[in-house]
């Protein structure tokens, strides 16, 4: 009977105790209450949040460089991993008739300023001739419009020539920061429309993760959480991070799920990983991330 007592009272001690863990992102479920009305100890929550991400450059560290002028490219010297600094050569568009245009443009302004000192002459001239009373007024007023055509021609070319050098300044296409070419989008030869995309630059010294968090799991994201890092083809490799950005928004997914069981149309935090270390992973490389809370 005793022994009978005893199993019976084991048996609803293990019922009373027992409880369901949600793993990937949900927050420990609490047990039912107790038979008898009062509710039994809440578990502790889940300790790590599990999302997938992805390698990125932070903001300004990665350009895709174009041409605001099409036409046809006649330079491109840099390959594929070639390093650059800020202000090197990328591409040049053959620009022969912008040329020419501004040596034309630069030319009239030449001839202006030659006519605007003639006028000038004139003027003085046609001044002191009115004052002895030997020409007229008439005569001075022509000079002095003439001056004054001649002046307004000037600020035209001038800015005609100004025009014609900034648009022949965008046939030549410079490096906007430092960094590695990681893709080239064309080559020498080609003739690309205006926008057209000619190579992508990336300073790889600045990359971070971007790791896609179940918006479920939004609010139990904190900044300076612990994070580690892994990825398939590293085989007991880790790298150690912590949250240092977590966006105001959830958006779609950007990465295809790789467990065929989790939903792909759920919303996700951006939320993003500064590392303590670089990892030999490749621009956009898929990472497994585990975030302690």
């Not at 300044?169 to 064309?186: C, L, M, N, T, Y």
């Amino acid at each position: 009977m005793k022994a009978s007592t005893a199993s019976v009272a084991l048996l609803a001690a293990a019922a009373a105790v027992a409880a369901v863990v949600m793993w990937g992102g949900g927050a420990a479920r609490a047990p039912a209450p107790a038979a008898n009305g009062t509710a039994t100890a809440k578990p502790a929550a889940a300790s790590r949040i599990l999302a997938e991400g992805r390698l990125v450059a932070y903001p300004g560290a990665e350009v895709e460089i174009g041409t605001d002028s099409g036409g046809t490219i006649v330079s491109l010297p840099v390959e594929e991993k070639a390093a650059v600094k800020k202000g090197d050569l990328i591409a040049e568009i053959r620009a022969d008739d912008l040329r020419a245009a501004l040596a034309e443009a630069s030319a009239r302004k030449t001839e202006v300023e030659a006519d605007i000192r003639l006028h000038q002459l004139e003027v003085a001239r046609q001044t002191k001739l009115r004052a002895s009373g030997m020409t007229t007024q008439q005569l001075l007023e022509r000079s002095q419009r003439d001056l004054d055509a001649a002046r307004a021609r000037r600020q035209t070319t001038a800015a005609e020539v100004k025009r014609l050098d900034a648009v022949l300044a965008k046939a030549r296409i410079v490096a906007p920061i430092d960094g590695v070419v990681v893709a080239r989008h064309a080559n020498p030869g080609e003739t690309v429309a205006p926008g057209a995309k000619l190579v992508t630059l990336a300073d790889l010294s600045r990359t971070r993760i971007e790791a896609e968090v179940d918006e479920y799991d939004a609010g139990r994201i904190r900044l300076g959480a612990p994070v580690t890092v892994r990825a398939e083809g590293f085989d007991g490799e880790a790298w150690q991070g912590k949250v240092e950005e977590i966006p105001d928004a959830v958006v779609g997914r950007k990465l295809k799920p790789l467990d065929p069981g989790r939903p792909e149309d759920t919303r996700v935090l951006l939320v993003k990983v500064a590392l303590s270390e670089k990892p030999p992973l490749k621009l956009g490389q898929r990472v497994e991330v585990e975030i302690a809370r």
